[in-house]
């Protein structure tokens, strides 16, 4: 139930809160589900859209939305661009007075704020009695939306103490719903934070981990490895961030890189905080392209325009690396993320796991070494890979994927395939016979390959295994090509690696089908050196990319004026369809996918009038708002993004059946039926709508829409009146458009 009588449809309150025309994957379901009340964990990637999952139920429900949130700066950014979208939204930190804490207070008792941030420090026993069980009683508590949710498990790769309090609200508020969001977390970690959240019955989401529009590449550090990251950096067009595994590291390599004329800053613990604070708030700004930083740097930053992310160390870990390299691209645009891989690195990693000890007693944390260990062999074989990054990246999430991504250096710039079956069979009996021989005793891939090349080891001879059929037969391959073979089984799915830390390995039907002669093995073999290009702006015309660039400028000194971000005002993506489009009126301007209420009214002719400068400098036509405004089309949607369920709606339709019939024939809801049409329909698809709506009908809707405008559908509703049903001023308009693209 939509709390505001405004909307008929989420969609309607989607446009005029945020300015988007449609939800992305999932957030409809998840929105729905939080608009019933109901407990949920999502997890979701970075920039596939966590935040609109609770800021929009938010708006549309009775009382105030508690958000917990781990880093001042990450609640402070997201208030500041709520607030730039009219939405009322604020926060209590230990950033503001004291005077300041009080009238915050104030408004929010007054039922003048839908969405109050808080860190998980202050939910301590006494602001929860004094604070929060006042304002429920008073106002309301629509829900507790529970951020980076994954650090309330110690299984997580970012735990904090602080979140394991978060329980006791149950207890003050039983009846409540709570919502945790993360952009990452294994099965283990999934379970673990419903157990410590307390989640009743939860809905869970778990979206694709996939992030299509980031490029991954592995480049092996060169003798002169700083070169080639300057020349990188020159040819990179936007912002980025260059991760470190060091202080030091990152302090040189600033040095370095302002000295031949980059603008790049520091970000590390070493710094005091106003330094941090300072150097953030210039890279957010767009005042520097650069950040240089350790992993402090990251889970605070809400900037959504990051256009590529180097590792000029490794990680220490996959999850870390997809944290960190997820920071590029959240916007959706291309990005671009490169990891650069040298041996020495492996050795500061291995010294930095070494350190790990216990504060009080002084000794070593061996299981916690343990892991980290692994997770460090991990994010080697990843490095090493030679199958598609994103098997090894989503696989680790226990996400399956067919590889052939076309986005990342091995699927783009493919290795050489080989039949490698006869060694893997040689491989896997040899894990085979070990199980044989000695049952309950199983060992890694390093060992089976001391065993198939024949080693003399204390440890092979202690074990028998020199008496193995197996023994010796894969002499004839080097120790790296039996390593480069069994990572690429395990990426493959084609054996299993346990995660417990030892890294054992253990068949799988796979393995026996491959033993019987049932499965061919092919790898991808001798590497090859490619430095693939950074993904630049995609822009059709130079006419495009200079009124971009006057935009983009327009928005910064816009941005520095008020203070704020330039992103908070418009992200790239908007900038890029004005510039495409070129709207000169202010209802083509409510059309840009970005553009709701309060930014039409606040920037609508600033932009506007702009882009009308533009072109009149240029020699192109201009309108005015007096003139006739035809809306916008909108680009035309790929065919590829209808399904065979869309075709077979089709096909009956063609045949003459009516959506009734359809909808009993295919056991479906004539109003999802309906839904198939208009896809199909703004996928340029023939679809005859004189079936659906009366010709004199369509008439009177073209008009309505010439009139009125195409934006909103509860104006047009209204104009015409009871006779006509949004689904007919839905299908007329989506014809509309179509003819508009064509011409």
């Not at 005042?287 to 990251?298: N, S």
């Not at 994103?390 to 994927?401: A, C, T, V």
């Not at 002719?605 to 007096?626: P, Y």
């Amino acid at each position: 139930m939509l709390e505001s009588t405004q909307f008929d449809t989420l969609e309607q309150a989607l446009k005029h809160y945020f300015g988007y025309d449609e939800f992305r994957s999932g957030q409809r379901e998840i929105i729905t589900t939080a608009l019933a009340n109901r407990d949920l964990l999502v997890i979701m990637p970075t920039g596939g859209g966590k935040s609109l999952c609770f800021q929009l139920p938010a708006l549309l429900k009775q009382g105030v939305t508690i958000v917990v949130s781990p880093l001042i700066a990450l609640m402070q950014d997201q208030v500041q661009q709520l607030a730039d979208n009219g939405i009322p939204a604020t926060f209590l930190n230990s950033s503001i007075s004291t005077e300041e804490r009080r009238e915050r207070a104030a408004a929010i008792y007054n039922g003048e704020v839908k969405l109050l941030y808080l860190a998980p420090e202050r939910l301590n026993q006494e602001f929860i009695s004094n604070f929060l069980v006042d304002l429920h009683q008073d106002v309301g508590i629509a829900g507790f939306a529970i951020d980076e949710a994954h650090c309330v498990s110690e299984w997580g790769h970012d735990f904090r103490p602080d979140y394991r309090k978060l329980s006791q609200l149950r207890h003050y508020f039983p009846k409540v719903p709570w919502l945790g969001l993360t952009a990452t977390a294994t099965d283990r970690v999934r379970q673990d934070i419903i157990k410590q959240l307390d989640l009743k019955d939860p809905s869970v989401h778990v979206a694709s981990f996939n992030r299509p529009n980031l490029y991954y590449e592995v480049r092996r550090k060169s003798t002169t490895p700083y070169k080639e990251l300057l020349a990188q950096v020159k040819q990179a067009a936007g912002s980025g961030i260059i991760y470190c595994l060091s202080r030091k590291k990152v302090d040189e390599l600033t040095s370095k890189l302002q000295h031949d004329g980059i603008k790049a800053l520091p970000y590390h613990a070493g710094l005091d905080s106003q330094t941090r604070t300072n150097n953030q708030n210039s890279f957010i700004r767009d005042d520097v392209q650069l950040m240089i930083a350790t992993v402090a740097f990251g889970m605070g930053i809400n900037k959504p325009d990051v256009r590529f992310v180097i590792h000029y160390d490794l990680p220490r870990n996959i999850e870390g690396y997809y944290q960190e390299s997820g920071r590029a691209g959240r916007d959706g645009e291309p990005a671009h993320c490169t990891l650069y891989f040298g041996m020495g690195d492996i050795k500061t990693i291995e010294y930095l796991i070494a350190q790990k000890v216990d504060r009080e007693t002084g000794l070593a944390l061996e299981e916690e070494q343990l892991i980290a260990k692994q997770q460090l062999r991990r994010v080697i074989n990843y490095a090493e890979a030679t199958e598609c990054r994103r098997i090894i990246q989503l696989g680790y999430f226990g996400e399956s994927f067919p590889g052939n991504c076309n986005n990342c250096d091995n699927c783009k710039y493919p290795r050489p395939i080989s039949d490698w079956t006869i060694e893997s069979q040689k491989l896997l009996s040899c894990v085979y016979r070990f199980n044989e021989r000695q049952r309950g005793k199983t060992f890694g891939l390093a060992y089976t390959i001391d065993v198939l090349r024949g080693s003399k080891s204390d440890r092979v001879l202690k074990n028998g295994h020199d008496t193995l059929s197996t023994y010796g037969i894969g002499k004839e391959r080097t120790v790296d090509e039996w390593r480069m073979l069994g990572r690429s089984l395990i990426h493959q799915g084609l054996v299993d690696e346990t995660s417990d830390g030892y890294s054992v390995l253990t068949l799988n039907p796979s393995s026996m089908e491959i033993l019987k002669n049932q499965r061919k093995v092919e790898i991808a073999i001798s590497p090859v050196k490619v430095i693939a290009e950074i993904s630049d702006i995609s822009t059709n015309t130079a006419e495009i990319q200079a009124l971009y660039n006057r935009l983009q400028k327009l928005r910064k000194q816009y941005a520095d004026a008020t203070k704020v971000p330039p992103y908070v005002i418009f992200a790239d993506s908007s900038l890029r369809l004005m510039a495409q489009q070129q709207p000169q009126t202010l209802a083509q301007f409510a059309q840009i996918s970005g553009v709701g209420a309060r930014k039409l009214a606040q920037y609508g002719e600033m932009f506007t009038g702009e882009i009308r400068a533009f072109r009149a400098e240029s020699g192109l036509s201009v309108q005015t708002e007096s003139d006739p405004t035809p809306p916008l089309p909108p680009p035309r949607a790929r065919k590829t993004d209808v399904s065979h369920t869309h075709l077979e709606t089709l096909d009956l339709y063609q045949r003459g059946v009516s959506l009734a019939e359809i909808a009993e024939k295919r056991s479906m809801r004539e109003s999802t039926i309906f839904d198939h049409l208009l896809k199909l329909l703004e996928c340029g698809y023939e679809v005859t709508i004189d079936r659906i709506v009366s010709p004199a009908k369509t008439i009177a809707i073209e008009q309505a829409i010439n009139t009125i405008g195409a934006e909103r559908l509860t104006p047009i509703k209204a104009h015409l009146g009871d006779d006509y049903s949004y689904e007919e001023i839905k299908i007329v308009r989506a014809k509309m458009n179509l003819k508009l693209i064509d011409n």
